[in-house]
Nanobody, 121 residues
Framework: QVQLVESGGGLVQPGGSLRLSCAAS????????MGWYRQAPGKQRELVAA???????NYAYSVKGRFTISRDNAKNKVYLQMNSLKPEDTAVYYC???????????????WGQGTQVTVSS
């Protein structure tokens, strides 16, 4: 079994910053891509940012230049630094990882439980 646990969400004023963290633990042989998704009320879950093992990143257009994704491969952690936050960034943010377990030859998608980010004055 693999667990992803997010932390760092909260309430912030427009223009403020937050840093999300996600730690993967359990029966992990290897992790390929890791990423952050978000889901606002009444909307579909969408990709915010993703990063490969080698550090190649991909961002949603709406967050480019404001958010930065990074990861620590040795610790199986991924981070999302969010600056210049806007009310439209309000959502539940989910961590995602493409994981191969020790007793498997394939990679599976795992999700965290989500952390609420609210941007409001």
């Amino acid at each position: 079994q693999v667990q992803l646990v997010e932390s760092g969400g909260g309430l912030v004023q427009p223009g403020g910053s937050l840093r999300l963290s996600c730690a993967a633990s359990g029966n992990i042989f290897n992790i390929k891509a890791m990423g952050w998704y978000r889901q606002a009320p009444g909307k579909q879950r969408e990709l915010v940012a993703a990063i490969t093992t080698g550090g190649i990143t991909n961002y949603a257009y709406s967050v480019k230049g404001r958010f930065t994704i990074s990861r620590d491969n040795a610790k199986n952690k991924v981070y999302l630094q969010m600056n210049s936050l806007k009310p439209e960034d309000t959502a539940v943010y989910y961590c995602n990882a493409d994981v191969r377990e020790w007793d498997s030859s394939s990679y599976l998608d795992y999700w965290g439980q989500g952390t609420q980010v609210t941007v409001s004055s």
